[in-house]
C-alpha cells in the first residue's frame, strides 16, 4: 500500500514538471490509435452530429446508416456498388451544404484543398474513387474489390507495424526520461528512429501484442499473461536491441511475484478512468492518461530496481544507467567535451552597434551591410548554437544522449550550423521583399491557371508582384526575429501574424475600393468572415518556417556575395516601380474576372 501511494506521488511529481509534453504524449498516442481512443470522444461530437443529419435522411434514400468511410466499405466489400454510390453522393451533399458557424467562424467544406479532403475522407468516395481506378486498370469488378480489400489491410496493418507500435515505445521513454530529468525535448519522440532500431522495436511490440491478444481467447489465464508481459514496451524503450522473445522473457522473468501488485497500482487508478469517461474524454486528455502512464514508468523502475538486486537472469542486459540516476559532472565532461570546452573559452564579444542601428539590428536582426562587425556576429552565434545545443545535457537538465549505449546517427549539422540566426543587410531584405511578391504573384498565377485554365494577373496591383506575400515575408524575419531559436513558436507566431496581415489587408481594402474584395474564403474550411482561412494559414506557417531557416539565409548567402554598388542601383529601379504602380492602381486598380472576389463588379457587404 505504502510503496503504491509513493509510486502515484513520484508520477504526480513528474507529471507536473512535463505537464504539456505529457499531455501532448498522451493526445497523439490517442490520435495515432495506439492507447486512449476514448479521450478523442468530446473531439468528436461534431462528426456524430453531421452523421445525425445523415442518418435522419438516409432512410429515405435507401442508404445505410453506417457512419462515412466505413459504410462505403461495407457496401463494396458485400458487392453493392449502387448503395456505395447513392452513400457517396448523398454524404458530399450534405457536407459540402452544410453552413455552420461557431461566432463568425465558419466550418465549411464546399472549397478548397482541407474541405475537399475533409469530404472526400468523411463521405468515403476516397475508397470509391479508387475502386474506380483499379477496376479501370483490371477490368474486373471483383477483382478490384478483393485487391482494394487486401490493400486496406496491409496498409492498416503497416500503419500499427510502423508508426503505432513505434510511438509507444518512444511514448514510454518519454516518461522514463521525465521521472529523473528535468526536461524532456521533443526529439525524444522519434529516438528510435533516430538510432535505426525502429524496426526491431516495431516487431517487439507485435509479438508483445499478438501473444497478449492469443491469450485473450483463454479468459481465465489472459489477466495473469496480461501483467506477465506488462513490461516489454519499457523494456523495449530502455534497451532496443533487446530481441522480440528476449523481451518477452525477461518481462515474464521481472513480473514473476509482481502480477498482483501491478493489478492493484492498475485498480487503485481505476476512479480516474470512470472520470475520464464520465466527462466525455476531456478529463483523461487533459490528466488522467499522462498520470496512469507517469505511474506505470514508476512502477518499471520500481520493478527494475528490485530484479537487478534479486539478479534475475537477463537483467545484465537493461544497461541504460543514466535512465536511472542522474550522471556526475566527470561522465558529462568527458561526454561533451568539446562543448565544454567552447562554453569554458573567452570569447570575444562581437562589435555592438550604437544608436538607431543598435536598436535595429538588438531587436529586428537589420544591419546597414555585410561588414566586419556582421561577419564576426555570425562566427560568434554559430559557435553560441552549438553551445546551447547541446548546454542542458552538459549541465545534466535532459537526458545526455552521447552516454546512451546506443549511439544516434546524426543528420542535423545544417539545423546546427544556426546560419538562420544571422542579421539581413538593407539590400537583402528589399531584394527578399520583391522575391516574395514575385513568387507570390507567380503561385497564385499559376493556381488560377490550373483551376480554371485562365491566366490572370492576380492581385490589386498592375505589376508582376503580390505584396502582402512579399511584406509577410519581411514581417516574418524582422518582426519575429528573437524568436528564432524557437521553432515550434515560431511557427504558430508565423500563423497569426500571416493571419492577421492578410485580415487587415482584406478589411482595409474592402474599405478603400468601395466594397470591392480580392480574395473571399467563404466556404473553406474553418474560415473567418471569408477573410483567412485554416488551409491558407496552414500554407503561411509552413511556408514562414521554410524562409526563415532555408530559403531566406540561402539567398541572403548568395546576394553577399555580389557586391553592393550593384545592389543598390537594382534595389532603387525596383522600388521606383513599384511606387509608380501602387500611385497607379490607387486610382485605378487591377480589377475583373478572376482579380476580385465579383469578376470585378463591387461586392457590398450587407
Request: aromatic share 14%.
Amino acid at each position: 500500500m505504502t510503496e503504491r501511494k509513493e509510486i502515484r506521488k513520484r508520477a504526480r511529481q513528474a507529471l507536473r514538471s512535463h505537464y504539456w509534453v505529457f499531455v501532448a504524449a498522451c493526445l497523439l498516442a490517442a490520435i495515432l490509435g495506439t492507447e486512449y481512443t476514448n479521450s478523442l470522444q468530446v473531439l468528436q461530437l461534431r462528426r456524430r452530429a453531421q452523421e445525425g443529419i445523415i442518418n435522419t435522411a438516409a432512410p429515405a434514400l435507401g442508404v445505410g446508416t453506417t457512419s462515412g468511410e466505413m459504410s462505403v466499405f461495407n457496401d463494396i466489400i458485400n458487392g453493392d456498388l449502387d448503395g456505395a454510390i447513392h452513400s457517396v453522393q448523398h454524404r458530399m451533399d450534405v457536407y459540402t451544404g452544410e453552413d455552420t458557424y461557431i461566432g463568425d467562424i465558419e466550418l465549411g467544406h464546399s472549397r478548397g484543398v482541407l474541405s475537399s479532403v475533409v469530404n472526400t475522407v468523411a463521405s468515403g468516395a476516397l475508397l470509391f474513387n479508387l475502386l474506380t481506378l483499379i477496376d479501370t486498370i483490371l477490368g474486373s469488378q471483383e477483382t478490384s474489390v478483393i485487391l482494394l480489400s487486401v490493400l486496406g489491410f496491409v496498409l492498416m496493418f503497416a500503419f500499427w507495424l510502423f508508426i503505432g507500435n513505434v510511438y509507444r515505445v518512444c511514448c514510454s521513454r518519454v516518461f522514463l526520461e521525465g521521472r529523473l530529468y528535468e526536461k524532456v525535448p521533443f526529439s525524444r519522440f522519434v529516438f528510435l528512429y533516430r538510432i535505426r532500431k525502429h524496426v526491431k522495436a516495431s516487431l517487439t511490440l507485435a509479438l508483445y501484442m499478438l501473444l497478449t491478444y492469443m491469450w485473450m481467447f483463454t479468459i481465465v489465464m489472459y489477466p495473469i499473461k496480461r501483467y506477465a508481459y506488462f513490461l516489454v514496451p519499457y523494456l523495449t524503450a530502455e534497451n532496443p536491441d533487446l530481441s522480440a522473445m528476449e523481451a518477452v522473457r525477461l518481462s515474464q522473468r521481472m513480473m514473476k511475484g509482481h502480477k498482483w501488485e501491478a493489478f492493484l497500482l492498475e485498480f487503485s487508478l481505476l476512479p480516474w478512468t470512470i472520470l475520464s469517461l464520465a466527462t466525455g474524454g476531456v478529463a483523461g486528455m487533459l490528466f488522467v492518461n499522462p498520470y496512469r502512464e507517469a505511474a506505470f514508468a514508476e512502477y518499471y523502475a520500481s520493478v527494475r530496481k528490485t530484479s537487478i538486486e534479486n539478479k534475475v537472469e537477463g537483467t545484465e542486459k537493461l544497461n541504460d544507467r543514466y535512465l536511472f540516476e542522474l550522471p556526475g559532472k566527470a561522465a558529462l565532461t568527458a561526454a561533451y567535451a568539446e562543448i565544454d570546452s567552447l562554453s569554458r573559452s573567452t570569447r570575444p564579444q562581437p562589435q555592438v552597434r550604437k544608436g538607431f542601428w543598435g536598436f535595429l539590428e538588438k531587436y529586428f536582426g537589420i544591419v546597414p551591410s555585410y561588414d566586419r562587425a556582421e561577419k564576426d556576429y555570425r562566427d560568434w552565434m554559430r559557435t553560441d548554437q552549438t553551445i546551447r545545443l547541446y548546454a542542458d545535457a552538459l549541465e545534466g537538465k535532459t537526458y545526455p544522449t552521447r552516454l546512451f549505449p546506443i549511439q544516434e546517427k546524426h543528420r542535423r549539422k545544417k539545423w546546427e550550423d544556426g546560419g538562420y540566426l544571422r542579421h539581413y543587410a538593407l539590400t537583402s531584405l528589399i531584394l527578399l521583399f520583391f522575391i516574395g511578391c514575385v513568387f507570390g504573384w507567380t503561385w497564385e498565377v499559376v493556381l488560377h491557371l490550373l483551376q480554371t485554365g485562365e491566366f490572370v494577373n492576380r492581385g490589386v496591383l498592375h505589376g508582376p508582384w503580390l505584396p502582402i506575400y512579399g511584406g509577410g515575408m519581411l514581417l516574418i524575419l524582422i518582426v519575429l526575429y528573437r524568436f528564432r531559436t524557437r521553432a515550434f513558436t515560431q511557427f504558430w507566431l508565423i500563423v497569426v501574424l500571416c493571419g492577421t496581415v492578410e485580415y487587415l489587408t482584406s478589411w482595409i481594402l474592402e474599405i478603400v475600393h468601395d466594397g470591392r474584395r480580392w480574395w473571399d474564403y467563404t466556404g473553406y474550411y474553418l474560415n473567418l468572415n471569408g477573410r483567412i482561412c485554416a488551409e491558407g494559414l496552414l500554407v503561411f506557417g509552413i511556408g514562414g518556417m521554410a524562409v526563415v531557416y532555408a530559403a531566406a539565409p540561402l539567398i541572403d548567402d548568395l546576394l553577399e556575395q555580389a557586391k553592393q554598388r550593384i545592389l543598390w542601383p537594382v534595389c532603387g529601379v525596383l522600388l521606383a516601380l513599384f511606387a509608380a504602380d501602387i500611385v497607379y492602381s490607387s486610382v485605378v486598380p487591377n480589377t475583373g474576372k478572376g482579380v476580385t472576389a465579383a469578376g470585378g463588379l463591387d461586392q457590398k457587404q450587407e
